[in-house]
């Protein structure tokens, strides 16, 4: 039985020694562009959470002027509990 084995794998080595240049040129291909492809996702979260910042930066300077000018600001905002409390007390 093991000779049955051996003798199957010495009869593939030629098949596999031609393959073996294509599968490391693929591998190499699709690597690379998988990599590639990993590295655009993280440039792309990246420059997602600056403009989170940035958004959040904009919305604390509107709180500001809006408290400065008696406006309602985002934080004066009540939830869906706080309007349904509100509706049931009268306010």
Known sequence: MATLVAADLLSLEPL???TRPVILKLSILFGGIFGLYIILILVRVHYERKKIKLL???RYNLDKLNTHY???TSRS???FWGRMWTKIRGK
């Open 77 to 79: 905002r009540k939830d």
């Open 70 to 72: 008696g406006l309602n």
């Open 16 to 18: 596999i020694e031609v």
């Open 56 to 58: 959040q930066d904009i």
